[in-house]
């Protein structure tokens, strides 16, 4: 069965460091990849996706993510992060040729201080 | 400018009493989902329509059902709420099957 592994439940980072959060799935062929972004009480904002083609690809709010097919990996990174970054993250991979169901991790929350 | 909106963004029902949840969207997307989210899980999907064909997931409750009477807009309907149905209630729209989903803000529901 398929399914995503975020291993950090909670990430702290000083503000201006760099940020990489981690992603990993299980699927047999490759997916459509997802990063979403989710503020306390609020719905999810896409960051980013991959679907084919370049294997980094670029987000809003500088965050990017990298497409490791031989790691089954997408981490997400930021070169500085800031205050406001302070948020949930999930990674989300969805099947091609399915009905479009995503399969979500279960979220790393990101705390940044200052 | 909002293109998925849910009303409301916070509902208080009481244990048993009948709940409507609604979503709708401005970008004309052939497929509408509703998740559920309870704090600090992944968001779960409980059923989605593809125009007006409904899939149900396999181990949504039968107290939860849906309604997509056109395009823009669908309901969520929670028949009798129980307590731990209180969680956020996500909806999201994409264009076609496997497409980049779009979420609403939410509605926070809270069973009394």
């Known amino acids: 069965a398929q399914s995503v592994t975020q291993p950090d439940i909670h990430i702290t980072v000083s503000e201006g460091a760099s940020l990489e959060l981690r992603c990993n799935y299980s699927?047999?062929?490759?997916?459509?990849l997802f990063w979403y972004v989710q503020s306390p009480g609020q719905g999810l904002q896409l960051l980013l996706k991959?679907?084919?083609?370049?294997?980094l690809v670029q987000g809003i709010k500088g965050f990017e993510a990298e497409f490791k097919r031989s790691q089954s990996s997408f981490n997400l990174r930021k070169p500085s992060v800031h205050w406001s970054d302070a948020a949930e993250y999930f990674c989300?991979?969805?099947?091609?040729?399915?009905?479009?169901?995503?399969?979500f991790g279960k979220g790393t929350k990101l705390s940044v201080k200052p | 400018d909002a293109m998925v909106i849910q009303n409301p963004r916070y509902q208080v029902t009481q244990f048993g009493k009948p709940v409507t949840l609604s979503c709708s969207q401005t970008?004309?997307?052939?497929?509408m989902y509703w998740y559920q989210q309870k704090s600090s899980q992944a968001p779960k999907l409980l059923f989605h329509?593809?125009?007006?064909?409904?899939?149900n997931e396999a181990d949504t409750p039968d107290n939860f059902q849906s309604r997509r009477p056109n395009t823009s807009f669908c309901f969520l309907d929670i028949r009798s709420p129980g307590l731990g149905d209180a969680a956020m209630y996500l909806c999201?729209?994409?264009?076609?099957?496997?497409?980049?989903?779009?979420f609403g803000p939410g509605t926070r529901l809270t069973v009394l």
């Open positions: 699927y047999g062929a490759t997916p459509y």
């Open positions: 970008l004309n997307h052939n497929v």
């Open positions: 329509y593809y125009d007006k064909d409904f899939n």
């Open positions: 991959y679907f084919s083609g370049d294997t």
């Open positions: 989300a991979v969805g099947i091609r040729g399915s009905q479009g169901n995503l399969i």
């Open positions: 999201a729209t994409s264009r076609g099957a496997a497409d980049t989903q779009y």
